[in-house]
Nanobody, 121 residues
Framework: QVQVVESGGGMVQPGGSLRLSCAYS????????VAWDRQAPGNERELVAR???????QYGDSVKDRFTISRDNAKNTVYLQMNNLKPEDTAVYYC???????????????WGQGIQVTVSS
């Protein structure tokens, strides 16, 4: 069993910053790729950022140069640093990881519970 806890969301004014955390625990041999997605009311879920186990990253076009994804493998935690936030960044943010629970067993769709980020003046 794998548990995941997201934290760090909240309300911030435009131009402000927040850092989201996604902490995994339980039966973990290794964490492969981790992604942050978001979904705003009435919109489809979209990729915000992704980080691979080699540290390679990928960002959605709307957040490039503002958001930074990073990981601390010792803590099984992934972070999303969000700077220069805009009202259109308002959404529920979800982390999702591909996790190896044993050297030979890979699990997918290890989703966090979702965390609200609201950018408003």
């Amino acid at each position: 069993q794998v548990q995941v806890v997201e934290s760090g969301g909240g309300m911030v004014q435009p131009g402000g910053s927040l850092r989201l955390s996604c902490a995994y625990s339980g039966s973990i041999f290794a964490i492969n790729a981790v992604a942050w997605d978001r979904q705003a009311p009435g919109n489809e879920r979209e990729l915000v950022a992704r980080i691979n186990n080699d540290g390679g990253t990928q960002y959605g076009d709307s957040v490039k140069d503002r958001f930074t994804i990073s990981r601390d493998n010792a803590k099984n935690t992934v972070y999303l640093q969000m700077n220069n936030l805009k009202p259109e960044d308002t959404a529920v943010y979800y982390c999702n990881a591909v996790i190896r629970t044993t050297p030979r067993t890979t699990t997918f769709n290890n989703w966090g519970q979702g965390i609200q980020v609201t950018v408003s003046s």
